[in-house]
């Protein structure tokens, strides 16, 4: 059974001139439009996550052009878009409602910010007894810092794969999808 596509939050405030961009957002988003290309071809299901938060919230904001969906993954036709207000994609929204009618079928799971809303619904999938694969090379996260450390936005995500790794996602890349 063709897995469900799970796109999560690859937002225009984000990239470069948002208010939150990270680090390598174009990259992600060009692997992640690539998996949809394939998904989208073999008829397979897709569902769009978009996080939106109120007004003041600093970035992603209801009806700013920051919270809209990058163009290269934006929905087509009849596409599922989940609109989300917590880092964890299922809670206060229906998506576990639709990935149950969509039958059992394994998740595939790219998006931003792999440190925050990847990893928080990702481990819910997990919990919810989801077979889920995270898409790493189509998903990225930001600079961090704590106790005076700086954190560069690419050791962020390679951490927060190789925590999913451990807990039990399988991790992987847009070219390993596309050719399967």
């Known amino acids: 059974m063709q897995p469900v596509l799970v796109i999560i939050d690859i937002q225009r405030d984000y990239f470069p001139g948002g208010r939150h961009p990270l680090v390598g957002p174009d990259a992600a988003a060009d692997a992640a439009a690539s998996v949809l290309a394939r998904h989208r071809e073999q008829g397979a299901p897709v569902i769009h996550v978009r996080h939106e938060s109120p007004v003041g919230g600093g970035f992603l904001e209801a009806g700013t052009d920051g919270a809209q969906i990058d163009p290269r993954v934006a929905p087509v036709g009849d596409e599922t878009v989940i609109v989300k207000h917590a880092p964890n994609s299922f809670v206060g929204t229906d998506l576990d409602d639709r990935l149950r009618a969509l039958g059992d079928r394994p ?6 910010m792999t440190s925050m809303c990847v990893d928080a619904t990702v481990r819910a999938a997990i919990d919810l007894g989801y077979d889920v694969t995270v898409i790493g090379d189509a998903c990225a996260a930001p600079d961090l810092s ?6 560069d936005g690419r050791t962020v995500h390679i951490a927060f794969l190789a925590a999913l790794s451990g807990a039990g996602a399988t991790v992987t890349t847009s070219a390993e999808v596309v050719a399967a």
């Open 107 to 112: 998740l595939l799971v790219a998006g931003m």
């Open 146 to 151: 704590y106790g005076g450390a700086e954190v």
